[in-house]
Structure formats: structure tokens, C-alpha cells
């Protein structure tokens, strides 16, 4: 009898320990850290240019030799345009991207399904800045375009 009641005993306090296990928290980010996103959240996002119209939706995500998230794809009329990631500002509540840049300047990322760009590529990187002159491309190890003037002695 007592090692029923034992056995019981040990089932329940088991049972118990497992549904605390299961228990979720939602903590709130410590001060200073930056909030994660998933890859899920952004995916189908809306895509804005400067005209602040509706350019087309987050169709991929392109992750670069240094395992960081380099390219945004952006589906727009059946075809796709390659956006740099760190050029954009996301807005996750809206889930929305902002470019600032004209439908006029972005013509030469776009690119049909079946004909990505190679993104590494020397001559896609320098066509990429001919768009966002500001823009770096990062883990490639080489910077493409002039070399930044010396400073003076």
C-alpha cells in the first residue's frame, strides 16, 4: 500500500516538475541590447522606395560568406530586385521596409526568377553602389571602388 502511495506520489511530483519546465517566459530585452527579429517576421514584409509607395514585398533573404543577412529580395511585378540589407530601416511594427532611393535608380538590380546575380561578384557589388554609393559590402574582404584618400600629415 505505501509503495502505491509512493509511486503516486513520485508520478505527481513528476508531472508537476514537467509542466514547470514547460512554463514560457516573456522577457523583456535588458536595456541597451537589441531586439531579435525572426527571419519569419520579415519574410513578406512591405517594401517602401522614397516615393513612399508600397514597391513590393521581402521574397528572400540572402546570408553572406560572413554569416550576416547582406540582401534583401524584393518581389516586384514578376521579377526581383537585390536591396542591401543595411541600407534599409525596418520597421517591425508595421512590418515594413524604407529605401531611400526612386524606382528610376534601383533598374539595375532587378533580375528575372530564374537569373539571380552572382552578389559577390565584383562587378554586381560595384552596380550595387552605383545605386547606394554609401553602401559597403561586408565579409568580402575587398573594398570595391577608389581607395579613401590619406589623411594629411
Given amino acids: 500500500m505505501h509503495r502505491a502511495a509512493f509511486g503516486a506520489l513520485g508520478l505527481v511530483l513528476g508531472l508537476t516538475g514537467m509542466v514547470a519546465g514547460q512554463q514560457v517566459t516573456q522577457e523583456k530585452p535588458a536595456p541597451g541590447t537589441t531586439e531579435s527579429r525572426r527571419v519569419s517576421e520579415i519574410l513578406g514584409s512591405t517594401v517602401h522606395l522614397s516615393d513612399g509607395r508600397g514597391f513590393g514585398k521581402v521574397e528572400d533573404i540572402v546570408i ?86 590619406l589623411p594629411p600629415r
Fill in 64 to 149: 553572406g560568406p560572413n554569416n550576416q543577412v547582406d540582401y534583401l529580395v524584393v518581389s516586384h511585378d514578376g521579377r526581383y530586385v537585390s536591396l542591401p540589407w543595411d541600407v534599409g530601416r525596418y520597421e517591425p511594427a508595421q512590418r515594413s521596409f524604407t529605401f531611400e532611393v526612386t524606382p528610376q535608380a534601383i533598374q539595375p538590380l532587378i533580375f528575372a526568377p530564374n537569373a539571380w546575380p552572382t552578389f559577390y561578384d565584383p562587378t554586381y557589388t560595384r552596380r550595387v553602389q552605383g545605386v547606394f554609393p554609401k553602401w559597403t559590402p561586408r565579409g568580402i574582404g575587398v573594398r570595391i571602388g577608389p581607395a579613401p584618400p
